[in-house]
């Protein structure tokens, strides 16, 4: 990257920051390679790849090809400029064409009085997939939150567009027990590094049917 854009760059976070006052911790802000290669790392994976080679048969370094492949696909590279120049440019359209978008209470002191190393989780309805604008267009003032997304979006160029807003992609029929111990360590990793998350309530997706 040449000087004068990281420069452009870097005025244009500043200038994100100043209109949004956002909680964005900053596990979120390293890079996705970094949190990668501390899931590659995690002691419980390889003890997740012993289990798999015992249990399946299957030679060791193919197991550990498979933890690459559900590695690179789970984790996200958020883009603090994609994010709000993008995400929420679009929310801030969409949004209002569909909805009468009102905040009736903003515990913007509450928020502000958490610790910095704590993780605030925010728990929602759920009622359509525009969920997904409306939550990230009111709270874009307060928080960049961390979505699970699941695998409709796992195409060009939803894919990366989600992978730069935080989001992280479940692949919600898959059984297999090396996946989600994967899956389970990032998840650990990023609410241990206090990383928002968003969790959407919903009664008829879950494995026994029950809320």
Do not use: C
């Amino acid at each position: 990257m040449s000087s004068w854009l990281q420069r452009r760059r870097l005025r244009s976070v500043r200038a994100i920051r100043r209109k949004f006052r956002a909680r964005i911790d900053r596990f979120t802000r390293t890079g996705g390679s970094h949190v990668r290669a501390r899931l590659l790392s995690d002691p419980r994976v390889a003890e997740a790849v012993a289990r798999h080679v015992r249990e399946t048969g299957e030679d060791e370094p193919a197991a550990w090809d498979r933890v690459h492949e559900y590695v690179e696909e789970i984790v996200p590279n958020f883009n603090l400029i994609s994010y709000y120049r993008l995400g929420y440019g679009v929310a801030r359209v969409l949004a209002p064409l569909f909805y009468k978008v009102t905040v009736g209470y903003e515990a913007r002191d509450d928020l502000e009085a958490i610790p910095r190393d704590a993780t605030v989780v925010y728990l929602m309805n759920h009622r359509s997939n525009a969920d997904y604008v409306v939550v990230a267009y009111v709270l874009s003032g307060s928080v960049a939150v961390s979505y699970a997304v699941g695998e409709w979006a796992r195409v060009w160029p939803l894919e990366a567009v989600f992978k730069s807003f935080g989001s992280y992609f479940v692949r919600r029929r898959y059984r297999e027990p090396l996946y989600h111990s994967v899956l389970e360590r990032y998840v650990q990793l990023i609410i241990r590094n206090g990383v928002t998350q968003g969790i959407f309530l919903e009664g008829g997706l879950s494995r026994d049917g029950r809320f």
